[in-house]
């Protein structure tokens, strides 16, 4: 873990938003994670808790996620320990 932040794809893979690292590295590039409300392309991108993580859920069609980053993580662990990485601010469905 660095001291200067996580990159965003390995985070995002340690919270078990995907099977694998390269899916979470697709979705970033793709353009549909906002960081403190700036959309990023950049999967190596830097976060650090109390940062503000938004994006479409890739699970669900029209729900759009916002986590607060809680703590940085040292591995892809069980669902309950991922869990501990972030805290929901709000999950809602977008009028599209």
């Excluded at 793709?30 to 990023?40: C, D, E, H, S, Y």
């Excluded at 940062?51 to 069609?61: E, G, K, L, M, T």
């Excluded at 980053?69 to 805290?87: F, N």
Aim: proline fraction near 3%.
């Amino acid at each position: 873990m660095m001291m200067d932040g996580q990159r965003l794809d390995l985070w995002l893979y340690y919270t078990r938003l995907a099977k694998t690292r390269g899916l979470c590295a697709a979705f970033i590039r793709k353009g549909r994670v906002r960081i403190n409300g700036q959309r990023t392309h950049k999967t190596h991108a830097r976060l650090r808790p109390g940062d503000i993580v938004s994006f479409a859920s890739p699970h669900r069609q029209g729900e759009v996620c916002i986590w607060r980053v809680m703590q940085l993580g040292e591995r892809r662990g069980p669902a309950r320990e991922a869990a501990l990485l972030y805290e929901r601010i709000e999950e809602k469905t977008a009028n599209f």
